[in-house]
């Protein structure tokens, strides 16, 4: 059974450029989250869709935002891309509204 | 607020020698205590899920257990391919979903 996937695996921007991620949760999970791990930050929550709606958000500005297609996967946009924004960009997944989440391999993005 | 706090940082071990890592965590009604295995440049891989405190799970030379304060992780004759950062996440009752992750223990097994 294929795990969540995620693409690119790497994105260079400069700042102020916009990034989109993607990713395609386990198949049978409809729930799929988005989380940002910057260095010596450790895992951030960042974003949960859920029946194509945003369901909750960590605290990051409204410059990230996402949404979720009728098939369940998710795009993740970053506007306005600033150099902190560097880091690796993890999105799991889960069956409906259930604990466990299952993670990709990220999206490494590089902001110069 | 939620917060995870695992400890040590970093632990280096010689293949064989046992040892524990430790969650410590506070949360507003807990719905799971969750166990990752991060290896370098990738996402984290699921090992465990835990409840309610007093209760135990095993994989391989892992074991994990819960009190209502912390939760351990019990490493068992080590291999160098157990080498890795495990991560600890809590997630509440009223959270929504969301994971809040500790930073991480360091783990390294010497052959």
């Known amino acids: 059974e294929a795990g969540v996937t995620q693409s690119p695996t790497h994105l260079i921007k400069t700042r102020g450029q916009q990034a989109t991620l993607r990713c395609s949760p386990i198949?049978?999970?409809?729930?799929v989250y988005w989380y940002q791990q910057a260095l010596g930050l450790g895992l951030q929550f960042l974003l949960w869709?859920?029946?194509?709606?945003?369901?909750n958000r960590g605290n990051f500005p409204p410059r990230f935002s996402g949404r979720q297609f009728p098939n369940y996967s998710s795009e993740l946009n970053v506007n306005a891309l600033e150099l902190e924004d560097s880091a690796l960009y993890l999105c799991?997944?889960?069956?409906?509204?259930?604990?466990?989440?299952?993670f990709g391999p990220g999206t490494r993005l590089l902001v110069l | 607020e939620d917060q995870v706090t695992q400890s040590p940082e970093a632990l280096r071990l010689q293949e064989g020698e046992s040892s524990s890592l430790n969650c410590s965590y506070t949360v507003s009604g807990l719905r799971g205590l969750f166990w990752y295995r991060q290896d370098p440049g990738k996402g984290p891989e699921f090992l465990f899920t835990?409840?309610?405190a007093g209760e135990e799970k095993e994989k391989e030379r892992l074991k994990a257990t819960l009190t209502k304060k912390e939760s351990f992780l019990h490493i068992t004759a080590p291999k160098p391919e157990d080498s890795a950062t495990y991560l600890c996440a809590v997630q509440a009752v009223q959270g929504a979903q969301k994971l809040v992750f500790g930073q991480g223990t360091r783990l390294t097994i010497n052959p």
């Open positions: 198949s049978g999970h409809t729930s």
């Open positions: 835990l409840y309610s």
């Open positions: 869709y859920d029946e194509g709606e945003e369901r």
């Open positions: 799991a997944s889960s069956l409906w509204r259930q604990e466990t989440q299952y």
